[in-house]
């Protein structure tokens, strides 16, 4: 697979007359808040996340309880006005090529959009991608190494497609497995030929109001994986600011330095499927201001069997943190914020809410630094506190919801306003506080 520079028939990508390679350079990506055209409150932009936040950790409730059968989530789909996902990211398929914004996701592999002739398609904005209209798909054959890993054994021989059923248990893609020219960038783009992608004829009600997804996480067949990118790193804006734009780097463009600049190494994951393509934290204590928080050294550990540990991801809004760890955040919170506490037990998921006696200021909160290994990641108070109106009423809340499923997720309200590197050739994660957008 070679990487070529693109040339014309774009809306938006400038093209620089330059031949680019992932490894010699990298690319340059926007992405799109999922809300960010909404003209929304802050409420309502709150609310919304939290109910994606809801939506996400089913899913990952999902994966990790994969084997035990117990447990089936039913969420509501998504739909034009709701979509899932948080962030998307334009790209565009095929020769000639056709635009599409599909979801980010750094918890899963596939890249995947919707094709015609449908059995189940959800509703899209665009039309479906049809790829009898494309010169550059090609069908996967079933002697191919890929086969074995994604595709199921039906339909046999002779006709030899390689057909998926790819499960995020609250919701599912299913479809053949074709490769395809794949173009990204916006300002230098990026031609991948041949690249691996589901072209879904059925989708779960889930997925409503998206084209297709492009996975980011450790499976081989994740864009950053396929395209052989050593790193990619990204800066979201803040989270109330939908005007300005994050950003997304694949290859070396993703570097960044300072002496802000902290790492700390990912976590080897279980090796089983589903959890081996998470990206798993060492997360050692949590302080608030410069107060340790009392929570045993193993509350984070990652079992086995894919319990415990923390997973960082684009994809859940708020961060979520096992009961144990959770409840020390919150007591050390109530100890030092001197407003009365509104009982309202839970808000959309958020449990630790006060109210704001209206005219007056917010309180003035020391920062929350998450310990980890090697790395102290500093949250101003905007990163994990959100004034909210419900009811008539002024609250200001815990941004950090009590996590049900045994594992604890780093959400992207707390990641606002940090430039953060995944490194996946050396296993590192870097980040340094930034003004992401400007
Ligand atoms: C990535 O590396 C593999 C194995 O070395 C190679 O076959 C493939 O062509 C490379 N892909 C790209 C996009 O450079
Ligand atoms: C955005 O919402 C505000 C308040 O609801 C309204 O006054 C304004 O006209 C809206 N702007 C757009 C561009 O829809
Ligand atoms: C899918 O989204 C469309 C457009 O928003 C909506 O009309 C439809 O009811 C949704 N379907 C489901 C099953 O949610
Ligand atoms: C894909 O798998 C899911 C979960 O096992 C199942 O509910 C769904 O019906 C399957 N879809 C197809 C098209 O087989
Ligand atoms: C976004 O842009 C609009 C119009 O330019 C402006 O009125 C609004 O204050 C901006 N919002 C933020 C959060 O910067
Ligand atoms: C996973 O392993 C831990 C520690 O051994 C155990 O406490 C927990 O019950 C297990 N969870 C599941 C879902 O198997």
Request: hydrophobic letters at 35%; glycine letters at 6%.
């Amino acid at each position: 697979m070679k990487l070529n520079i693109s040339y014309a028939i774009t809306l938006f990508l400038f093209i620089l007359p330059i031949v680019l390679s992932v490894e010699n350079n990298g690319f340059r990506i926007e992405l799109r808040h999922v809300d960010s055209k909404g003209n929304f409150t802050q409420s309502e932009l709150l609310y919304r996340g939290a109910a994606r936040t809801m939506h996400r950790l089913s899913q990952i409730r999902g994966r990790l309880l994969f084997s035990s059968a117990n447990i089936i989530s039913t969420m509501r789909g998504g739909n034009e006005e709701t979509p899932v996902g948080t962030y998307y990211m334009d790209l565009a398929i095929g020769t000639p090529p056709l635009f599409y914004s599909l979801i980010v996701d750094t918890a899963t592999d596939l890249i995947w959009t919707q094709c015609t002739p449908c059995k189940k398609c959800v509703f899209q904005p665009r039309p479906i991608y049809n790829p009898s209209r494309s010169t550059t798909v090609s069908p996967i054959p079933c002697n191919s190494p890929i086969y074995e890993y994604l595709c199921s054994v039906d339909p046999p021989p002779p006709s030899c497609l390689c057909s998926y059923n790819y499960t995020y248990v609250a919701g599912w893609t299913s479809g053949t497995l074709k490769t395809e020219t794949f173009t990204f960038g916006t300002t230098k783009a990026v031609q991948l030929s041949k690249t691996v992608f589901g072209c879904s004829t059925s989708s779960s009600d889930d997925f409503n109001g998206t084209s297709g997804l492009v996975g980011f996480s450790r499976g081989p067949f994740s864009l950053p994986s396929q395209l052989n990118a050593s790193m990619f790193s990204y800066c979201l804006t803040s989270f109330f600011d939908t005007n300005s734009t994050s950003t997304l780097f694949l290859g070396p463009l993703a570097k960044f330095s300072g002496t802000a600049v902290t790492s700390t190494p990912f976590v080897k994951s279980p090796s089983k499927s589903p959890f081996s393509s998470f990206y798993y934290l060492s997360l050692q204590g949590i302080s608030l201001g410069t107060t340790k928080l009392s929570i045993q050294p193993s509350t984070f550990t990652l079992q086995s069997n894919g319990t415990g540990g923390l997973i960082i991801d684009s994809g859940t809004t708020i961060t979520n943190l096992i009961n144990q760890a959770y409840h020390a955040v919150q007591n050390a919170i109530n100890s030092i914020v001197n407003l009365r506490r509104v009982d309202a037990s839970n808000i959309n998921g958020f449990d630790t809410c006060y109210n704001l006696p209206s005219g007056s200021s917010l309180p003035t909160m020391p920062d929350m630094t998450f310990h980890f290994e090697g790395a102290d990641m500093v949250l101003p108070v905007e990163n994990y506190m959100i004034p909210l109106a419900y009811q008539n009423n002024n609250l200001w809340c815990l941004a950090i919801f009590s996590s049900d499923i045994s594992v604890s997720i780093l959400g992207n309200y707390q990641q606002q306003n940090f430039h953060i590197l995944y490194d996946v050739d050396k296993e590192v994660l870097s980040f340094a506080p930034a003004q992401c957008g400007n």
